[in-house]
């Protein structure tokens, strides 16, 4: 009934091919470029990589770290769930839905996501975070670093929304700044989960 590609390798190598036609990623290194072209394809939206934040050395620690298999830190079950474990060496942690953290959060009057990182400082040192949802996860991580928690790696901080979304980022640009921590971020309002998982994902590819 429908004409359409069936082939996944022939809808990826399609996908990629409009991308580059549609958007000029020459602005980034070569597996900057590779990253970019990934988030574009994720969501669709060539436009997105004006505000793409890559600083140095990040895709470098990236691949360093999931060639380690350094600990995977994140913010929130869907971007847990958008990572492909396939291309990773190591466990991918989440810890929103443990035990008392929703009870926590509520006596605290704050959100479950920066309860949950109570339970983050063991794993801290040479990890990768990737935070996807929420802004207040990514303001208590640099508040608890700039506390004297072990620092990561490599910070991928991609909150979404009307709240906090742009300020955190903003932030993490910021910090990362001032502190050398690499990190790869999307200004603005737009982020999620999706894109953040498609970002270490991209990295993991480049392995």
Known sequence: MFDYIRDPGKITEESFKRINALEDLSEFKHQ?????ARLIHTCGEPDIIKQLVISEH?????????TRACPVLCDVEMVRHGINR??????VLCFINSEGVKDRAKINGETRTMTALEYWP???????????????ALF???????NGA??????IGMPVGFVGAVESKQALFDFGKQHDIPIITLLGRRGGSALAAATLNAIARLV
Do not use: F, H, W
């Open 32 to 36: 900057e470029r590779e990253v970019a």
């Open 58 to 66: 990040a895709i470098k620690c990236g691949i360093e770290n999931v």
């Open 86 to 91: 396939d291309l990773l060496k190591t466990d």
């Open 122 to 136: 063991p794993y801290l040192n040479q990890s990768v975070v990737v935070i996807g949802n929420a802004p207040t």
């Open 140 to 146: 208590r991580l640099l508040e608890m670093i700039a």
């Open 150 to 155: 072990a620092m990561p790696s490599l910070i």
